[in-house]
């Protein structure tokens, strides 16, 4: 099997289910989808490196996840059931002090691995060291978009470190010349970034040309503080700023209200929405999504870090995401199945760039298997609300990206090292921390 | 592998984790545990049939599901996303109406496979032809409690024949003489069952020394036309009824004010917490879990119906119950991962009047192993919190049910004529209701 996986090769997936009809597909040996549809095997069974038997699979994009600090992973269960500031201050900052490169690189190949394994093709990350993320992947042979998390705290000296990390960070995934990889500019959120650290990163990442990955209105206290501090609220802030743009993703966005989410919309700029962790965390409010999708703004969906979730199932995060819309602004028809599955995968590459997530000739081969035999996926009156309602990312058994295989069957290459170089690395972590 | 299943033999699983230490343990022939511990396997190793290497996973007891229709697992996905008076009366009545016992049998048959594999060995019931619920249960090997769903919409006459179903159920059920299978009374709701019902049955429950199942404050119109209509609250009106026992399982209990809580906290009445399917039929409330903590209430957990939820992971479910009591009554410190584990365990057996619920010599082996050896058991700083935040059923390897084997490395004997049954049952449904 190990010619099989990360290899370029042209290969064939023979009978799948995609949009509620039998079909095949073909991807050519650059990455990119040739052909999909009925009869696709008879014109290119002789042509394919590789032929899997789909099995009656459901064939869907890889899904998108918009928002996560995949390094994190170290941290999972580390600290719940607490208050946002005693969780951070107490449990979280002094474990992230101790933090090496090689941390950063375990948890996010830990990530990698936990994504490949329920259906995540690309991902959008915010964490420091990230020579290390990119590293990791690289390796995994996944989708990501990288950026550093500047974070000023309003002092200038520390505004000029910040802006040279980023400009590193930049200058390195570019170094690295791999389509997979990109690096956007990580402005952390306006709390902790200066109105001159903003519009540093607004003009940087026009003049790059990459994308912009913020926090915003995730805590009714962001919105008072930055009202007191500056007279508006936080997405009119980041409106001035520069940093509403069609390549800007916004995470959270709960207390946004319905002027900011039209404003959202105008500008092009997508919201990340991240029920679990605004559950679990406590923000007392839903991401607005009925405003945003009224306004036309590209809502798409994020897990957060596995410290706050705690882990990057998107299936599991769609079905939170519906739920938690309707349970919050009681509407059981808010966000049906089928926008759920969209946040899920068009939306998300849209709010990345990406050409990815729809199944299209001459799009990358960014594609996941989903199991039809399997309870979730029976009966199946509705395999659209079978996905988001009733499968979890166990259900997932191929994932490919950029055309390579990185998952087959469920087996991926190299797991128990990537699992056990990750637990050493927690453990020793935690080792660091505590013997200070 | 055959004569593994479903067999009564004596069973040693060696290097297991329990309660964060290795332990092994050993099942006698009996169905109940023989011995907890470490060194287990020195002691019993030439005694027992069967040696299943627990390679170190997670030993935990079976997962105690208290609120369910298992049968409408044959309408997973049928209908999602409507207003709930619209999605009952326009889709799920009209359809129930076409279904057989046959078709009850199937839909038990998929429920049983769908909660073996993902940890749940025993589920509370209610549905109607349960006579072919208790076979699909007899033949999965699961533990159940099953109730008719009484309904008597005000009718004296419709209220004797359901009198009459309650009673032959409870004898049929004590004419099987399986012990992993019991009979409950299941008055539906107050807003479905006369006084004169709801009496008849707590009298019957008290005389048959069985449970009592039932809906109560689902939604808020139930407490409003209650107050109307009898002057008191729903948890009162069931209290005057007799129904608030220790036997009794309670249903959603999401519109209890402080004074209701109390009252099932004073009679030892079990209140089962039913998350999901609260948030996607958007009830508005969350059940408060605080006030019936406070109380001494039993809360368990339960996932409803496939219609409404649409699985039976009760891994999800306990995590969906943590986020929605931190997210609902505004507090991330509310319903710790621990609690989140109990409701779904011990709390669900006491609530059934089992004694399985945990892990002890002379307790029925109702055992299941989470593999310590994925993701989302990696890495280990809180094994609690990594069971409840980060793993669904999909991370479960085997299922032990009295002391049988019912899932083991994931594989269940006849899973593919289980799901093909099922997917057959619901087409052929579908097409009867709509050729009428």
């Known amino acids: 099997m190990d010619d099989i996986f990360g290899r370029q090769q042209s290969i064939l997936i023979a009978d799948v289910q995609l949009e509620g009809r039998i079909a095949d597909i073909f991807i050519r040996d650059d990455g990119l989808i040739g052909a999909v549809g009925e009869g696709v095997r008879r014109e290119y069974k002789g042509a394919a490196d590789l032929v899997i038997d789909g099995n009656g699979a459901i064939a869907l994009p890889g899904l998108v996840n918009t928002h996560t600090h995949a390094a994190m992973s170290l941290l999972r269960g580390y600290a719940d059931d607490m208050i946002l500031q005693d969780w951070l201050s107490r449990k979280i900052w002094p474990l992230e002090a101790h933090l090496t490169p090689e941390d950063v690189y375990q948890g996010t190949k830990l990530a990698c691995l936990e994504m490949i394994k329920s259906g995540t093709t690309a991902f959008n990350d915010m964490y420091f060291m990230m020579d290390e993320a990119a590293r990791a992947v690289d390796e995994a042979g996944i989708r990501a978009t990288l950026s550093y998390g500047f974070i000023d705290l309003f002092s200038p000296e520390k505004r000029e470190a910040e802006c040279k990390a980023t400009e590193d ?32 990163c607004a003009e940087f990442a026009a003049q790059e040309k990459i994308g912009i990955h913020i926090h915003l209105s995730e805590t009714e206290k962001e919105v008072t503080d930055c009202i007191a501090r500056h007279g508006k609220r936080p997405a009119v802030l980041l409106d001035d700023c520069g940093l509403l743009t069609p390549r800007t993703i916004a995470a959270h966005c709960c207390w946004l209200d319905e002027a900011e989410c039209t404003l959202l919309g105008k500008r092009g700029a997508a919201a990340s929405h991240n029920p679990s962790s605004n559950m679990k965390l406590a923000t007392n409010r839903a991401m607005p999504y009925h405003w945003l999708f009224k306004a036309g703004a590209n809502v798409c969906l994020g897990t957060d870090g596995c410290a706050s979730n705690n882990n990057l199932d998107m299936f599991e995060e769609a079905k939170t995401a519906a739920l938690l819309q309707k349970f919050s602004w009681n509407d059981p028809t808010i966000l049906p199945a089928h926008e759920a599955l969209a946040m899920a995968t068009v939306n998300g590459a849209k709010g990345l760039g990406l050409a990815a997530g729809r199944l299209g000739a001459g799009v990358p081969a960014d594609i996941i298997l989903v199991s039809s035999h399997t309870a979730c996926n029976t009966p199946r009156h509705n395999a659209t609300s079978n996905l988001v309602y009733s499968c979890n990312g166990g259900a997932v058994e191929t994932t490919i990206c950029n055309g390579r295989v990185l998952m087959l069957e469920r087996e991926i290459p190299g797991e128990e090292q990537i699992l056990s170089g990750a637990a050493r690395a927690a453990a020793d972590l935690v080792r660091r921390a505590h013997s200070v």
Do not use: C, M, Q
């Open 169 to 200: 960070l930049i200058r390195h995934i570019g170094s690295l010349a791999n389509p997979r990889i990109r690096a956007a500019v990580g402005p952390h959120a306006i709390y902790t970034v200066s109105p001159e650290g903003l519009i540093w």
